[in-house]
């Protein structure tokens, strides 16, 4: 019988050794965490009315950067466009939702120099909301840095892929707003 207490009490030492050791083992780094950006405005305008600027996924002339968007396949999921901005910089984009009756539209980044925009996998969805008489646009994004291995350099980090992605939805939202009331 001592022979069983004995046994068991170097299982349980072992137990109580490797659960320490785990406890202390050094954490891993597995690379990028996928980060959100989420912007909201009200418009002084009606929902249908913001619907129809935002609505038209072949025209993003109310973001401020963008000085020429091309595309085809018009509103369709699939459809592309490429937004060139006023700094040169090409975006390429296609549209992976599209709810007319729920005013929302989703689409993803095909096609970006880090450069130009420090993210990777980037998805992103606009949803338009009666708000009686005014109008809630939500602009909410999700993606990876720039840079997608550890220890990333400043302007590829998750820290400068939120600021970039949150500049171009401030941004973007206040071209909106003053497109929609006329400003």
């Given at each position: 019988m001592?022979f069983v ?20 083992a050094p954490?891993?780094a597995?690379g990028?965490?996928r980060?959100?950006?989420v912007e ?5 305008a009606?929902?249908d009315k ?5 609505g038209?996924?072949q025209d993003m002339s109310?973001?401020?950067?963008v ?5 085809t396949?018009g ?6 466009r ?11 984009e296609s ?11 989703a689409y993803?980044?095909d096609n ?11 998805s ?5 909301k009666?708000a009686?008489?005014k109008?809630?646009?939500e602009?909410?994004?999700a ?13 590829l980090?998750?820290e400068?892929?939120i ?6 939805y401030?941004a973007?939202?206040?071209?909106l707003?003053?497109?929609a009331?006329g400003?």
């Open positions: 001592s207490i004995a046994r068991r009490a170097v299982v349980v030492a072992a137990l109580s050794l490797v659960s320490a050791g785990l406890a202390t954490a891993f597995h990028p965490s980060q959100k950006v909201k405005i009200e418009i002084n009606p929902a913001v619907w129809a600027i935002v038209n996924f109310w973001l401020p950067p000085a020429k968007t091309e595309g396949g509103n369709d999921v699939g459809a592309k490429k937004l060139t901005l006023k700094d040169g910089g090409v975006i390429e549209v992976t939702k599209y709810d007319a009756a729920g005013k929302s539209i993803k980044i970006v120099d880090v450069k130009v925009l420090p993210v990777n996998n980037y992103s969805t606009i949803t338009v009666d009686g008489g109008t809630e646009v602009w909410k994004g993606f990876y840095r720039g840079f997608m291995n550890n220890d990333p350099p400043p302007e980090s998750d400068a892929a600021k970039a992605v949150t500049g171009v401030t973007g939202l206040a071209g707003k003053a497109k009331e400003k």
